[in-house]
Structures are given as structure tokens and as C-alpha cells.
């Protein structure tokens, strides 16, 4: 009981010592953690999107038949083990609910992310206001969509989580086991879990993803010590050296299991030709932008409030890229500490070189911003720990007019954000709608014609039954990623089976007259129009006969 008064007493204090924009900073951290719980504590099925989607289907299936590795199973680009799966797993093995185990992974990352960050400006001298900014600012949903930077780090199937925490995380270990100016900010105790932790997520995405992680997260911390070294910018410290040379052994014992266990096909990457390289320039720095939900708001009225809110994050964008632009130009000067702040800034600079000078639009004439995610959040933590760099050598009340700015433009932007999440949020009702109406009828399978995200949405949402989506014009079944290679035989499917095909069109705009007389129409479940039969007659013996 002592020991829980004491406790709040010291929490108390801390408050009460901290300045009003700190506790603004801390009650905007709060609200948006509350958010981030009620993102994903709501119901996940109306949250479904085509990639999502493959991945709750991946974690049923693992936990289902007890192997991580699946016979006869096509995968991704990855084996996706360092996505939300990397929780959800046990998490569904306990619950029994994929869509909860989901929402409790991604909670548990944000949680590792923000111990992680928290320690990083903690040994940094950052004042307690701006860490509290500085993860307010990551964790918020700067732009939502499938393959977007909320559902791709910290909600649904949270592809880049992993991905993007292991350079924070080595960055935290570099700076523990640095035995200079940190030896005293971390335990024994501390130091062993960050490098367990660091070492574990290193191996999962490796053992996932290949060498992409190491290439792009690793690779440029790295080169950003190496070249500290080679400047003078810092002595050798050979207290950090087993953390590089664990980071090799576990590296190349992940990258080993991926070659053994990989299923799918990893697109290749070639130089960008001479011809399309500034265009290619172009599309990066604007990739930036994407990544924190700028772009695609041409039509917004000037001087509306969804026109101020782009405008924020604009500026913020802008302020990023001069804040980067100026820690290298600091550090080449041989500035103070600067070679601590490098790594917070070299992710991003990387990712953005290998995507100028390699074309990975793969036939489109864009480029995948995704592939910055990775470098954004430690990015983030790095733009906190220059602001207060910038608040260090400026008194109080000189601060207290910049921060009250700040603090009005995050809360905005940041408000912003998470109302455009929840415009966009709940818009996959009519998933459950339809898993609802099938549940109705006497089947064990259903084809839907020429929709493939919705056979795959419902799929996951719906495990009672056999979903496909039936391709009219090749009278084949049309699957991408994640699947059993049996699932593309009609034999694989049951004999009481239902065809969905939109509203108003004839069942022999899709399958021959011969079979759309053996099917009865049943009804209709929003723009789908239902027929049903107790014979599969895409089976090859009921062709035969």
C-alpha cells in the first residue's frame, strides 16, 4: 500500500514540476493512445481490406493446422511472420478470435515501440514534454488506406511493424551498450532484454522477409557509425562491437531459414533508366508526402478546415526535410553529439536513395511509398530529439511562444488524423452483411463472380465456408497470395454450393447455359444476386458426366 502511495505521489510530482505545454503534450500523447486502443478494439471485420484480409485467412490456417509453415502454401513477398501475426498467433491460439488476437498484436507493438522510444530519448536528456510529443506524433494515423502508414505500422495487418522497429531497436541497443557517455542510464538487466528483444525481431524479419530489413533498416546505421568512425566524429567503442556482431550471426541465421522456408516469388529490382531517372527522383521526394496523407486532397475548397489541416501537414513535411537537410550538413562540420543523431535521419535517406536509382514501380507509374515506412518512425523520434536540441539552448520564456505553436499545430494535425481514420473506418459492413446472408443457406461454398477482394474479404470473415472468386472469362478461380495451391482446383471446393453475381445481370453472363439450369435463385445480399445448387458442376467428374 506504501509503495503504491509513494508511486502516485512521485507521478504527482513529475506533473507538477513539468510546464503547461509539457502536460498539453502528455494529455495529446493520452487521447491519441485511447484512440489507437479504440481503432483496434472495434470490430476488425469492418476494417477489411484485400491484404488484411489474406493475412487473418494465414493466421487461422497457421493456428488451425499448428505449423507456421504450411504445406503447399503460396505466400506473399514475405512469409509475413513480422507483421501482426507475430503476436496474433498465440494470441488467437488463446482467444479463439482472430480479429481481437489482431487488435491485441498491433496494441502490443505500439507498446514495444513506445518503451523503445521512450528509453532512446530518456538516455538522449530529452525533456519529458517533447518524448511525449515526439510518440503522440508517431503513433498517430497520418494516412489511412490498405497499404498506408496507420494499417502498415499500427493497426490491422501492420505489415512494416516489425520491419520499421528493428532500426529503433538497434539503435536503443547501440546507445546501452555504449559505455561512454550511457553507462549509467541502463541496467544490466535493461540491456540484456533491448538485445534479446532487438536480436528476436531481427531474426523474425529475416527469416520472413529476407535481407530486406538488413538492406534497409540495418544497412544505413550502420554506414551512418562506420562513417562517424571514419570522421573522428567518436572513438571506437568496443562495447557496442557485439551488438554488430550478434546483429551478423542473427542475420545470416534468419536470411537462411527465409531461403529454406519461402514459398512466393520476390519481384526483382533493376536500376531505373537514365531516360525515367528524374521522374523517378520526382516520385520519391513525393512518396514523402503520400506517406503522411497529403496528396489526393486536389478538390479541397482554400481556407476550408480540411485545407488548413493539409496545409499543417505540408509544412511538417517541409520542416522534416530541412531538419534532415541540417543534421547532415551539422555533422559534416564535426558539430557536437551530432554523430548520435545521425542514425535518427539515415533510414529515410537509404530507403529514399535505393528507390531513385532502382525502379520498383513494377509496371506502374508510381512508386510504392510504402517502402519509406520503414525509415518514418525513427525519423519521427529523431525530429523530437532536434527539437529539443533547439529548446536546450533557449530559455524558457523564449520557448514558451515556439511551443505554444507547436503544441495548437500537432493537436490539429493530429485531431485531423484521426478523424479522417474514422470517416474511413467502419466501411466494410457489407462484408458482414453478406457472411451473414450465406450463413442462411444450406452450403458449403461460395463462388463470387469476377469480385476477388470480396471472396477474400469474406473468406476471412466467414471460415464455416469455402470462398472463391469464379473467373468468368477463363472459368477459372482467380487467386493471388496466400492460398493452398489445391484452393485454384474446383475440386478442392464442396458439392452445395451458391453463385453470387451482381444485381440485374443473368446467371449466363457468367456460366454456360447448360450449368446456370441446374441453379435456383435464392435471393440477394446487397448488389449480389444469389444462385444456389447441391452440385458443383465446375468439378472435373461432374464435367465428365
Known amino acids: 500500500m506504501n509503495y503504491l502511495k509513494n508511486y502516485f505521489k512521485t507521478i504527482y510530482q513529475r506533473i507538477k514540476s513539468m510546464c503547461l505545454w509539457e502536460i498539453a503534450a502528455m494529455i495529446l500523447f493520452t487521447v491519441n493512445l485511447s484512440s489507437i486502443f479504440y481503432f483496434n478494439l472495434s470490430d476488425l471485420r469492418l476494417s477489411l481490406d484485400p491484404d488484411f484480409a489474406t493475412v487473418v485467412y494465414h493466421l487461422r490456417e497457421i493456428v488451425n493446422k499448428g505449423s507456421l509453415i504450411l504445406p503447399n502454401w503460396v505466400a506473399t513477398t514475405s512469409m509475413e511472420f513480422d507483421s501482426t501475426l507475430i503476436f496474433a498467433v498465440p494470441f488467437f491460439a488463446i482467444t479463439g478470435n482472430e480479429f481481437l488476437s489482431v487488435g491485441l498484436s498491433d496494441l502490443l507493438i505500439v507498446f514495444i515501440y513506445i518503451y523503445a522510444i521512450w528509453n532512446i530519448l530518456m538516455a538522449l536528456h530529452v525533456r519529458i514534454g517533447v518524448r511525449f510529443l515526439s510518440l503522440a506524433v508517431i503513433i498517430t494515423p497520418y494516412n489511412y488506406d490498405w497499404l ?101 550471426i542473427f542475420a545470416s541465421i ?101 528507390l531513385i536509382v532502382g525502379d520498383m514501380r513494377a509496371g506502374n507509374n508510381f512508386i510504392p511509398y510504402r517502402y519509406l515506412f520503414v525509415g518514418i518512425p525513427i525519423l519521427l523520434t529523431g525530429m523530437g530529439i532536434m527539437l529539443n536540441r533547439y529548446i536546450a539552448t533557449h530559455r524558457n520564456k523564449q520557448i514558451m511562444p515556439v511551443m505554444t505553436i507547436i503544441m495548437l499545430a ?114 440477394e445480399t446487397r448488389w449480389l444476386a444469389c444462385y444456389k445448387s447441391d452440385t458443383n458442376y465446375f468439378k472435373q467428374e461432374n464435367k465428365n458426366s
Open 148 to 248: 498506408d502508414y496507420f494499417k502498415m505500422l499500427f493497426f490491422a495487418h501492420a505489415n512494416y511493424s516489425i520491419k520499421a522497429l528493428v532500426p529503433i531497436m538497434l539503435v536503443l541497443c547501440l546507445i546501452a551498450f555504449d559505455d561512454g557517455e550511457f553507462a549509467d542510464c541502463f541496467s544490466k538487466r535493461k540491456r540484456i532484454i533491448f538485445l534479446f528483444t532487438y536480436l528476436s525481431l531481427l531474426f523474425v524479419t529475416c527469416a520472413s522477409t529476407g535481407i530486406y530489413t538488413i538492406v534497409c533498416g540495418v544497412t544505413p546505421i550502420f554506414f551512418a557509425s562506420l562513417f562517424s568512425l571514419w570522421k573522428k566524429r567518436y572513438p571506437f567503442k568496443e562495447s557496442v562491437v557485439p551488438v554488430w556482431a550478434m546483429t551478423g
Open 410 to 523: 500537432s493537436a490539429y494535425m493530429l485531431v485531423g488524423n484521426f478523424k479522417v481514420t474514422n470517416d474511413n473506418l467502419m466501411d466494410k459492413d457489407y462484408i458482414v452483411d453478406m457472411t451473414d446472408y450465406f450463413d442462411t443457406l444450406d452450403v458449403d461454398t461460395v463462388f463470387i463472380a469476377d469480385d476477388k477482394d470480396t471472396a477474400l474479404m469474406c473468406k476471412a470473415v466467414d471460415d464455416s465456408k469455402k470462398y472463391a472468386c469464379y473467373n468468368s472469362e477463363s472459368e477459372s478461380i482467380t487467386l493471388e497470395i496466400n492460398y493452398y495451391r489445391d484452393e485454384k482446383n474446383f475440386n478442392y471446393y464442396g458439392d452445395k454450393n451458391v453463385i453470387a453475381i451482381p444485381n440485374f445481370n443473368k446467371l449466363t453472363d457468367y456460366v454456360s447455359e447448360d450449368i446456370a439450369n441446374e441453379y435456383e435463385y435464392v435471393g
Open 254 to 354: 534468419g536470411v537462411f531459414t527465409y531461403n529454406l522456408i519461402y514459398t512466393g516469388h520476390s519481384p526483382d529490382t533493376s536500376p531505373v533508366k537514365i531516360s525515367e531517372f528524374w521522374d523517378n527522383l520526382k516520385y520519391v521526394f513525393a512518396g514523402v508526402f503520400q506517406a503522411f496523407g497529403i496528396m489526393g486532397h486536389e478538390t479541397v475548397p482554400v481556407f476550408s478546415k480540411m485545407w488548413f489541416f493539409i496545409l499543417l501537414k505540408t509544412l511538417f513535411v517541409l520542416l522534416i526535410f530541412i531538419v534532415t537537410a541540417l543534421v547532415i550538413y551539422k555533422w559534416m562540420r564535426g558539430a557536437a553529439n551530432y554523430n548520435y543523431y545521425l542514425p535518427f535521419f539515415s533510414v529515410i535517406l537509404f530507403n529514399m536513395l535505393i
